[in-house]
Every structure is written in structure tokens, then in C-alpha cells.
């Protein structure tokens, strides 16, 4: 009813039992290790012994026994003999499982995406159900061989400038060509295959911060936080990690990414790395462009990707910027709330967290690997094969151009590129500008040939 849960009496759980809301939990709402490493950290050993000999073979009860002594860092009793076959932690059928790893004495499989280090949740939605039945890899292979080597060699070229000049513009960022450059080169070393570690990271880094000052020399040792335009901790829109956790979530992190379970889909994989690293924000700057990168770094290391190929996300994520904002709110509005930030100076404030580090250990990446799918999808399907369609029309238009009149090299790509921004017009401005080098007959020529190729089932229309 509203915003309420009504749990008929009989079944509900006892107000001041924690195990038995957890117990209720496992049962009713799914595995959320987020909320149980918290809750289980406050159960008493004698009161789970109770339960385990009352019920043995309870999933939920070896679920919570086993999760438990990983909590505490401390053994049960012995269990009873337990009859039944293995449990899951998760439940395939409502989740994404990961690789399986068994524990004998409770007759318990960890399968989370991860491991109890570091594990995201998976959630099987419609909207990722249908996201899968697109094989975005097959759709690359196959545009791969219609394009021929030439066009995907000219395409790729777009793409890479493109990504880069997206990845800048999503942080409101302009970046000058020698910029531009240091981050195309690093989209490239995405094909490397190098594994993530601190001194890698720290590499990467470097090449995307130009200002020496802001230059890391490993994991930040200060606190971080993300703002906005509002004034005091009202402006404060995230709170990462404190330091004292970087070092232990990133071996974490970078343990998943380097090693992600053999049967998830190297698109989900992407997705949780993009998100994950700037959920921790390990450096003072450059955390978002990395972020984008290590899309592509998950794509390369997964070995679905050809050599020197590449998806133009950032792109897709710049066209779909409030999304991208929303999906990655799910994860840093909650987060914020469970801070209590109280300002110090003009930009000083103190950081004091409600919680343990585990909200960035474990959490939700439903909406980040439906987000991440979508992008994928746009970025070929979109981005790559409609430019991939304007360089055919492109080569198409300067073949009729150069028929009939013969305009310099150096000029002709000018003209056509502003025909086609203004739909067809050359602006009174380029007309100015090579009044002296075109023929007039020229211009009305080459507004005629573009119109043509590009924009005559528009006018159709």
C-alpha cells in the first residue's frame, strides 16, 4: 500500500530478531550482500547455532551460515549433517550468475558476479533479456566484412577522434589537439590486454591529466567528492570511499576486471568496470575519462573485439547524457545519504560515513549493464554504420563534383562538409571565403549533388 510492505502476521518476522529478518530477507526480497554483510555483522553466533540445528537443511539458514563466518572471521559450531544437495547464494533464475565456487561444510555455492571481495548484482530484467538477444559481437563481424578494410580503416579513424572529443564534452571539457591526441593514442593501448593494477592505473592516469600538479603517483591518499552549483553540503552530489579503504576496494576491483567470471557476457563486464572505478574515484582527477576507457579495456582483454577496433560509447553516452546521469544516480544518491557531510571552510568540508565500506564492495548493476548494452548497441548500430553510410555518400558526391568542375583539394572537403551541415546549403560565408578560387556555377552544383545523396528521401517526404 504506497510506499508500505504489509506482511501478514503469521508470516512476518520477529520485530527484534535480526536473524529472522535476514532469514526473511533470503527467503522474500533475493540476495543482497550489500545489506547482509551490515546485518549478519550484528547477528549473535549462538542465536544462527540455534537456528542451524533447527533446520539443517534450510537454504536460507546455510545461506546466512556461510555468509556469516565470512562477516565475522569467525567459525559455527559444526553443523549438523546436512542431506540436502548444494544451495545457490544467488538464485539463477532471478539473477545472473557468476563462476561457482563450493563450500563443503555447508553444501553452499558462492556464484555472485564477483567474489565475496568484490560483487555486483545482476538482476534478469525484461529490458536485459532483450538487450542479449542482440549479439552485438556477431553484428560487429558482420559489419566488419560488408565494409571492406578501406571504409572500416576511415571509420575507425572517425570514431577514435569522436570518442575522445565525446569523452571530454561529457566532463565540459574542450580539449586542445595535443589532448585529443594523448587520448586517442590511449584508446589504441586499450588492444594492450595489459592487466589493471595500481602501477598500470597510474600509467593511465598520467596520460589523460596534462596538468603536472594533478599527476597521481599512486592511489589518492586524501578524501574526494563530486558537487554541484549548490552552496554547503546541500552542493555535495557524492562522496566516494575514504582513503583508508582505496587501496583494499581497487586490489578488489581489479582482481574482478582482470579475472571476470568465464560465462558473463563481455559487455556486462565493461559496464561494471566503466561504473565500478568511478564509483571508487581512486584518483583526485581524471577518474571519468578512465572510466570510459576501461569500457574498451574490458572489450579488448575479453578477446570478442577485433584488433584496432573500436566502439564509440562515449558518443552514445553523450547523446543520451540525462540517462547517463540517471543510471549513474542509482548508485550515488543512496550512497550520498549514508555520509554526513557538514561544511568546514569556503571548500572544505568533513566527511563522516553512516556505514562501512561495503556499499562500494557490493552493489546493484542492473540498471549500469542495461545502460551499458544500450550504448553498445547505438554506438554500432548508430554511430558506426551511420558514419560508415556518410563516408559512402561522401566518396559518392565528390566523384559527381569532380566530373564536372575541377575545385581544389584543398578546398573541396570544406565545401561538401558545410553542404551537408546546412542540409544542403553553402553558407554565404563559404561563399565569400572562395569567391575567388570556386566558380559560382560550382556551389549550386555541389548543393545539388549533396541534396541528392543525402537529403533527397527527406524532400520525398
Known sequence: MGAELLVPAAVAPIVDSVLAHVLFALKHEGTNLGVLSHALRHVASTDLEAEMCSQPNSRFVRVASYLWEHYNQEHLSDPPKISGPYVDVYDPKLYFPGDEVRDPRWRVRFNGVGSLDYCVTIRRTQAIQALQEIDIFAEMEAFIAEVGQGMLDRALAWAYLSETESSFEIEREAPSAAKAERFVQLLHHAHDGRELSEEYLVELQQSVVTNPLDQA?????????????MRGPLG??????SPDHVDDLMEAFNQFCNHPPAQLDPLFVASIASFGFVFIHPF????????RFLFHHALCRSGRLAKGFLLPVSIAIKRNEVDYLATLQTFSKPARDLWHVRQAGDNDFTFQPQTNADIYRYWDATPIVEFGLRMAKEALEHDLQKETQFLGGYDRVLRMINEQFDVRNTIL???INGCYEQEGRISKRLRKKYEHLVQPEAYDWIESCVKEVFFAKDDEG
Open 217 to 229: 603517483v599512486s592511489y589518492r591518499t586524501e578524501q574526494n567528492w563530486l558537487r554541484n552549483q
Open 236 to 241: 555535495v552530489t557524492y562522496v566516494p570511499p
Open 284 to 291: 583526485m582527477d581524471g577518474n571519468g575519462r578512465l572510466s
Open 413 to 415: 572537403p570544406t565545401l
